[in-house]
Antibody, heavy 119, light 108 residues
Framework: QVQLVESGGGVVQPGRSLRLSCAAS????????LNWVRQAPGRGLEWVAV????????YYADSVKGRFTISRDNSKNTLYLEMNSLRAADTAIYYC????????????WGQGTLVTVSS | EIVLTQSPGTLSLSPGERATLSCRAG???????LAWYQQNPGQAPRLLIY???SRATGIPDRFSGSGSGTDFTLTISRLEPEDFAVYYC?????????FGQGTRLEIK
């Protein structure tokens, strides 16, 4: 059974950094692209970033480009999101989700981790 | 980027009724790469439909998707109590991936 477990969320001041992790199990991690999708409180879904199965290709939403970095460790079945220069607008639940390709529908999702950017 | 507009914003129906949810794209969605998700309060989204009309694994056949180009529809043939949730469409035909703003399906 597929499991995706996000961690690393919390309260952080504007301008600071945070690193999210997503531990995966129950599927062949190294064969799937992985994504971060976020949802601001009471709002809709926003795709944030994707990394290819081998880590060689990475794509970002314009809203986070240059501030966020997605990475993965296939030996640890873990996905990461390094978030720098955080803004209040980055406050959201961050979900990880697998996809078949770098631009695709999303299969299973984790339960999410809440990031709150506030002074 | 492709803007997706879902309608209605809220749909009030009773169990057993038929639900029709709409997703309209600002430009044609390549290869009808349109997916639908269901999200219950406090939970992650769940994939229902991909490729406009293909049901995901384990999704009951009362859920069906249709459409092409710029107009897509999710139909729930007979509503069960667990179907009352928020539904999102997503296009993956072109970068960046975008979502609609959601339709809330509530019990009348």
């Amino acid at each position: 059974q597929v499991q995706l477990v996000e961690s690393g969320g919390g309260v952080v001041q504007p301008g600071r950094s945070l690193r999210l992790s997503c531990a995966a199990s129950g599927f062949t991690f190294s064969r799937h692209a992985l994504n971060w999708v976020r949802q601001a409180p009471g709002r809709g879904l926003e795709w944030v970033a994707v990394i290819s199965y081998d880590g060689n290709n990475k794509y970002y939403a314009d809203s986070v480009k240059g501030r966020f970095t997605i990475s993965r460790d296939n030996s640890k079945n873990t996905l990461y999101l390094e978030m720098n220069s955080l803004r209040a607008a980055d406050t959201a639940i961050y979900y990880c989700a697998w996809s078949l390709f770098s631009i695709s529908w999303f299969g299973d999702w984790g339960q999410g981790t809440l990031v709150t950017v506030s002074s | 980027e492709i803007v997706l507009t879902q309608s209605p914003g809220t749909l009030s129906l009773s169990p057993g009724e038929r639900a029709t949810l709409s997703c309209r794209a600002g430009q044609s969605v390549s290869s009808n790469y349109l997916a639908w998700y269901q999200q219950n309060p406090g939970q992650a989204p769940r994939l229902l439909i991909y490729g406009s009309s293909s049901r995901a694994t384990g999704i009951p056949d009362r859920f069906s998707g249709s459409g092409s180009g710029t107009d897509f529809t999710l139909t729930i043939s007979r509503l069960e109590p667990e179907d009352f949730a928020v539904y999102y469409c997503q296009q993956y035909g072109s970068s960046p991936i975008t979502f609609g703003q959601g339709t809330r399906l509530e019990i009348k």
